[in-house]
């Protein structure tokens, strides 16, 4: 806080004199009145809230609490001495209700030379300033007096300018951005309305199929899944059946005792685009269907005969199983690891499987690792020997 020799706040005088050279210098020129009634009120309330806010800034304040009440109300009254009758209403009341003049009342303003001698005694003299910035300010006041037009400030110009061109980047790319998204819907529209045959797939759902079979295909004939689609007039009934979940498969000639008949969109074609499929899964005694994992897909299962310890292991690590019997289900999430066995150590065991996907996949874990990964990773992961490494991998034949 900037005071004189007699301990009277000066802050606002210098505020109020730099920041009239600054508008100066930007080529504006302000105008200033007073008011007689109001003056000392108005002086009285910039020192006291000068005083109170000492080491605070007012805008920070302000922005904490909204207004000069509440700062009020929150401020630390020991540390600060509040006035009994602070004006500060007033002084908000000559800027929210500032005296403005009627056409009839216009001022004929006049531009002079600053009084040099004035300004010197009054801020130099009676307040203290520093005689070398007033005399370099005076100087800067007499340089900015001929400025015929007012301008921006050049901070304001140069943002506005920025502004521009940012605006100008953004409607450009929004417009290439539409343009290519217009473009993808045209081309898939063309794409479906030239294949008059499929176009329906869009729009009619309940017809939403296309069998994967490329022997009836014509020269329009289109994708889906990967499967070349059959003809809409070329689908037969065998299309949509398959019978091969119908007796149990010879498990014990298996080397882990059980094996599984796949009913997806490879065997039965009406399955694609249709988004499921199913298989039968057949246990010798003590049979164990591996570790495995179905990437497209969850399962569930259902016991036909026999009983099975089945299960999961989650991300976290955790394995979630269960004994299940005839009759029952179990499910498996999609992508994790699970297991199915078969606990009866002389009757034999089947489930019927279903999956939300037309194919599935299966990745082996035992084969997957020891049949492709190279030993050195093997070793590494697992800390066994090597020899140990290769034994395994014998078993299992890389697949090219």
Request: proline residues 5%; contains cysteine; glycine residues 6%.
């Amino acid at each position: 806080m900037l005071t004189n020799e007699a301990g009277e706040v000066t802050s606002h005088l210098q505020g109020m004199f730099n920041g009239t050279v600054r508008l100066l210098e930007a080529g504006i020129k302000p105008v200033y009145s007073k008011r007689a009634d109001a003056t000392a009120d108005l002086t009285g309330a910039i020192e006291d809230v000068t005083t109170v806010t000492a080491s605070e800034t007012a805008l920070k304040l302000i922005r904490q609490h909204g207004s000069i009440e509440t700062i009020l109300e929150n401020i630390n009254k020991e540390r600060y001495q509040i006035p009994e009758e602070w004006p500060y209403n007033e002084a908000r009341k000559l800027f929210k209700e500032p005296d403005v003049l009627t056409d009839e009342e216009q001022l004929d303003i006049k531009w002079t030379s600053p009084d040099e001698e004035g300004i010197v005694q009054f801020l130099v003299n009676e307040n203290g300033f520093n005689i070398d910035r007033v005399t370099k300010a005076v100087e800067k006041i007499k340089s900015a007096k001929n400025k015929s037009s007012q301008g921006r400030f050049a901070p304001f110009k140069q943002m506005s300018v920025v502004v521009w061109k940012v605006t100008c980047i953004v409607v450009v790319w929004k417009a290439r951005l539409a343009t290519l998204w217009l473009l993808f819907w045209f081309g898939l529209w063309r794409f479906w309305w030239s294949n008059v045959d499929y176009y329906w797939i869009l729009f009619d759902l309940p017809k939403l199929f296309c069998n994967a079979d490329g022997i009836h295909c014509t020269h329009h004939s289109v994708k889906v899944n990967g499967y070349t689609c059959k003809d809409g007039t070329q689908v037969t009934p065998e299309d949509f059946y398959f019978q091969g979940l119908a007796s149990p498969s010879a498990a014990s000639n298996t080397s882990t005792g059980a094996i599984v008949t796949g009913a997806t969109v490879e065997k039965l074609p009406g399955l694609n685009t249709l988004g499921l499929s199913m298989s039968r899964i057949d246990y010798a005694p003590n049979g164990l269907n591996p570790p495995h994992i179905h990437p497209r897909a969850s399962e569930i299962i259902y016991v036909l005969e026999g009983q099975l310890y089945v299960g999961f292991v989650t991300t976290a690590g955790k394995l979630v199983a269960k004994h299940v019997n005839k009759g029952e289900v179990f499910v498996f999430p999609k992508g994790l690891l699970h297991f199915q066995k078969n606990i009866a150590k002389s009757a034999p065991a089947s489930v019927i499987a279903a999956f939300d996907s037309q194919l599935p996949g299966t990745q082996s874990l035992v084969s997957s690792l020891f049949g492709a990964l190279p030993e050195d990773i093997l070793v590494k992961s697992f800390q066994f020997k090597p020899k140990q490494v290769k034994k395994i991998k014998s078993r299992y034949q890389p697949k090219k």
